[in-house]
């Protein structure tokens, strides 16, 4: 069995949610040398979270970004956690729910993704700088 780890860091994206799928193949080349296998994305933050969907309708981006404001409001009167600015517990809240890590199949040196999925980077903050993954290939 192979394995490889490879940290990268992602450029500053705005708040929203960004599809970074093609940021992640340039990060580990060695995908291509694993026939059968699984890559795991993790990001290193509490504030920003990844996520698998739709892919070529950008519409979908920005539709995740109102629902979520919605769900999960900024200035809520009961959140005590406030002194990095009204952003911040909402990005812990939304990180948490969507989640720190991805695991996907790799196939014939390939990420097996379905023909619309994409990996998006889910910026919570309003000024995050740049976010740090990483990134386990592991197969034969």
């Not at 892919?55 to 990095?84: I, L």
């Not at 379905?114 to 740049?130: K, P, T």
């Amino acid at each position: 069995m192979k394995f490889y780890q490879k940290q990268l860091k992602l450029k500053s994206y705005p708040r929203g949610f960004h599809l970074i799928t093609n940021d992640i193949i340039e990060g580990i080349h060695e995908i291509k040398e694993i026939s059968i296998g699984q890559l795991q994305v993790f990001i290193k933050h509490t504030s920003a979270s990844l996520t698998i969907n739709e892919n070529a309708d950008y519409t979908v981006r920005g539709d995740f970004e109102s629902h979520f404001n919605m769900m999960v409001p900024e200035n809520a009167s009961y959140y005590k956690h406030t002194y990095e600015g009204s952003d911040d517990m909402p990005a812990h809240i939304k990180a948490s729910l969507l989640g720190f890590a991805l695991q996907i199949p790799i196939t014939n040196g390939k990420l097996n993704l379905g023909i619309w999925q994409g990996i998006y980077l889910c910026e919570h903050r309003n000024d995050a700088n740049g976010r740090q993954l990483v990134l386990t290939a592991f197969g034969n």
